[in-house]
Nanobody, 115 residues
Framework: QVQLVESGGGLVQAGGSLRLSCAASGSISSINAMGWYRQAPGKQRVLVATITTGGNTNYADSVKGRFTISRDNTKNTVYLQMNPLKPEDTAVYYC?????????WGKGTLVTVSS
């Protein structure tokens, strides 16, 4: 089994920044990629950013140039630096891990951006 624990969410004013972290533990050999998704109230969960073991990244158009995903393979941790934040970034952010085609999810961390 794989466990993912997110942290770093909170309330911030528009234009501010937050850094999310997601630590993976358990059976985490052969990880293909990790990433972040978000789900705003009343909407579907959507991709924010992903990063492969080799460091290749992919971003949703809505966050390109504002968010940066990174990972520390020695700590099995993925980060999401978010700056500047907009009110439309308000959502629950979920960490995601792909291990051999099997997808695991964290429980999510709430990010609220006030205008």
């Amino acid at each position: 089994q794989v466990q993912l624990v997110e942290s770093g969410g909170g309330l911030v004013q528009a234009g501010g920044s937050l850094r999310l972290s997601c630590a993976a533990s358990g059976s985490i050999s052969s990880i293909n990629a990790m990433g972040w998704y978000r789900q705003a109230p009343g909407k579907q969960r959507v991709l924010v950013a992903t990063i492969t073991t080799g460091g290749n990244t992919n971003y949703a158009d809505s966050v390109k140039g504002r968010f940066t995903i990174s990972r520390d393979n020695t700590k099995n941790t993925v980060y999401l630096q978010m700056n500047p934040l907009k009110p439309e970034d308000t959502a629950v952010y979920y960490c995601n891990l792909n291990r051999g085609g099997i997808i695991y999810w964290g429980k999510g961390t709430l990010v609220t951006v006030s205008s």
